[in-house]
């Protein structure tokens, strides 16, 4: 029982750093569209690539951290579904449904934050180079975002395995 205990323990304290995570994503995003030089600043590390990104207007870098903000959306999702499973692991809590869905959950978001980020970065080009002659459309994919996919469709297919174990378990207890 004292490995429970420690699970128990130590997911009550992931779940407060993941919340404290959650608000300190919220907080740093709602700065960057107030001090639009941070922003600026934030746009420039996370795309070194982007050519002319220092001559944007500050309506361009808005709309540019606009469209950054699904990313962020998917990352918090991301957050949130880690906190549900990591209080649920608090109550001890370890193989029911509930986790199931909450394991699934996360892989659809490993999933889609590749996915989003794709489509992301084609749209940033266009911003940047709308008001130019030549309008130009990059494409990337990285090979951290191969990795998210890996392991969202890696977590989807646990989520789903434990689905089933925890029906067959419930199916169980009805015979006993």
């Avoid at 995003?29 to 030089?37: A, G, H, S």
């Avoid at 469209?67 to 370890?94: H, P």
Wanted: aromatic share 8%.
């Amino acid at each position: 029982m004292t490995g429970h205990i420690s699970v128990a323990r130590s997911a009550r304290i992931l779940s407060f750093l993941t919340m404290v995570l959650m608000i300190a994503t919220v907080l740093g995003v709602t700065y960057f569209f107030i001090d639009i030089e941070a922003g600026h600043a934030v746009l420039l590390s996370s795309a070194p690539d982007l050519e002319d990104a220092r001559a944007l207007s500050d309506g361009t870098v808005r709309a540019m951290l606009c469209i950054g903000l699904v990313s962020v959306a998917v990352q918090l999702y991301l957050l949130w579904q880690a906190r549900i499973l990591f209080d649920l692991y608090a109550s001890q809590n370890y193989l029911s449904r509930d986790c199931a869905n909450t394991i699934r959950n996360l892989g659809f978001g490993l999933v889609a934050l590749p996915v989003v980020r794709f489509l992301q970065e084609p749209i940033w080009s266009i911003l940047m180079t709308l008001g130019s002659e030549d309008i130009s459309v990059s494409i990337g994919v990285s090979s951290s975002g191969i990795g998210y996919l890996i392991g969202g469709v890696l977590m989807l297919l646990i989520g789903w395995a434990m689905l089933e174990a925890s029906r067959a378990a419930e199916e169980n207890k009805g015979f006993v």
